[in-house]
């Protein structure tokens, strides 16, 4: 037996990669997170097939079929919203497989910061103004390290993708303002790439408000940054070098004018 973790993307069914679907396909068991990934992905599997819903296990339900299943020739299909890198609890079932001698293979995802980054239509490297992103979230019932808290990220005032935290607005709010200033632009992505999707702009001195007033407490994603400038205006970053005709590089060679 071998187990497949598969980024099952965002939400949006067409955003799943071609290699996780074919996966799906083929599987002979099925596992996904049923609290967030689209169950019309369920549909790529064959009909018939066994499918648990991991939102109702904990690890040792989850890990105790890998155990049963894995002396026979087969593939589970383990599915994790998004990529499963980010806040996806899937180190700790490749341990358990490695300790059982279970093969496993990881397919990555659409994560859900691309997609709200899409929805916007929005880049978050704008050269002059932050090539740096920074993926972070607040500390709940699952601890951050003390050397990662928000504080310390807002101080950089990078662009920053701040997962699981919608539901403490303004506390998020407060602690965003150690490093960045009111008038910031931010942005809240609820349900990204998901039919009943909902974007709210505004700044750190009134997104919190916003959101609230959009009924937005979970499911959603906070942007931050001077890079969402571009969402009202333009041309106050500086044009990529890249496709500057005067920059040469391996497939290019500059020219004057």
Same mark, same amino acid.
């Given at each position: ?26 599987? %002979? =068991?099925?596992?996904? +997170? ?6 019309? @992905?369920?549909?790529? &599997?064959? !009909? ?100 990662? %808290? =928000?504080?310390?990220? +807002? ?6 993708? @701040?997962?699981?935290? &919608?539901? !403490? ?89």
């Amino acid at each position: 037996m071998k187990v497949y973790f598969i980024g099952a993307g965002p939400g949006d069914p067409e955003l799943l990669t071609l290699k996780g679907k074919n996966i799906i396909a083929r599987a %002979d =068991i099925v596992i996904y +997170a049923g609290s967030l990934v689209n169950p019309r @992905i369920l549909s790529f &599997a064959q !009909s018939g097939v066994p499918a648990f819903n991991s939102a109702e296990m904990d690890l040792q339900e989850v890990t105790r079929i890998y155990k049963r299943e894995k002396d026979r020739a087969g593939t589970i299909a383990r599915l994790h919203t998004g990529d499963p890198s980010l806040y996806g609890a899937i180190q700790e079932q490749i341990d358990f497989c490695r300790r059982e001698g279970i093969a496993v293979e990881v397919i990555p995802g659409v994560s859900s910061f691309f997609a709200a980054a899409a929805a916007l239509r929005q880049e978050f490297t704008l050269p002059g103004i932050s090539q740096s992103l920074v993926l972070t979230r607040m500390a709940g019932r699952t601890p951050v390290p003390d050397s990662e %808290d =928000i504080e310390g990220w +807002a101080k950089h005032r990078s662009s920053m993708a @701040i997962f699981l935290s &919608a539901g !403490s607005m303004e506390t998020l709010v407060q602690r965003l303002l150690a490093g960045y200033a009111e008038e910031t632009p931010a942005a809240v992505v609820y349900r990204a790439s998901w039919p009943d999707q909902k974007i709210v702009i505004g700044t750190l001195e009134n997104i919190a408000r916003k959101t609230a007033a959009a009924g937005i407490t979970r499911q959603a994603l906070v942007l931050v940054g001077d890079v969402l400038r571009s969402l009202n205006e333009d041309d106050f970053y500086e044009k990529s070098k890249l496709y500057d005709p005067s920059f040469s590089h391996g497939y290019r060679e500059g020219r004057d004018g």
